[in-house]
């Protein structure tokens, strides 16, 4: 936990002396969010997700309004869905779909709403957000991705039940 806990300072602290935030002037600001984001981005692309959850919180806090903001919110849930983290990336998830209505990462978001419902066996759930990725973005990456599921979920539900014959010891 400890280890944890200072990997994450570290890679705060790198983070804001690269940026240099202190004496950054406002002109500057859309750069240094750009530059934040995509440092962060890089420690997400390491599989370092507890240090890129760290800093795409940080990023929010400091640039919330940006046009980056949604995107950083898909990225904390995504940390925290590759984390195991699933309750609380279903909470990240769904705050792009309801406060950035007009993100490029809605499709995404609602697909992976339906991947972390499934992640908590609450396959009625997924399905629902599977069904929603294909109406509203049918011909998106995601589409095809929730198509996929939703016929693994049917094949799924199709295989019969084991059934109890009483010839083995095991029933």
């Known amino acids: 936990m400890m280890k944890m806990l200072m990997t994450v300072l570290s890679g705060m602290i790198v983070l804001l002396f690269s940026l240099n935030l202190a004496v950054a002037a406002p002109s500057n600001m859309k750069d240094s969010s750009r530059h934040l984001y995509d440092r962060v981005m890089e420690e997400f692309n390491h599989r370092d997700y507890e240090a890129a959850l760290a800093g795409f919180r940080f990023f ?26 699933y309750k609380d990336a279903l909470k990240s998830f769904n705050h792009v779909v309801s406060y950035y209505p007009f993100s490029q990462k809605i499709a995404a978001s609602t697909l992976k709403i339906g991947q972390t419902y499934t992640r908590l066996k ?4 997924a399905r629902v957000m599977y069904e929603r990725v294909v109406d509203q973005y049918p011909e998106s990456a995601e589409a095809e991705v929730a198509r996929k599921a939703i016929d693994a979920a049917s094949i799924r539900d199709e295989e019969p039940t084991p059934q109890l014959t009483g010839n083995n010891i095991s029933d």
């Open 60 to 85: 929010l806090e400091l640039h919330g309004k940006s046009s980056l903001a949604a995107n950083a919110q898909y990225w904390v849930g995504e940390c925290q869905y590759r984390l195991g983290r």
């Open 122 to 125: 609450d396959h009625e759930n």
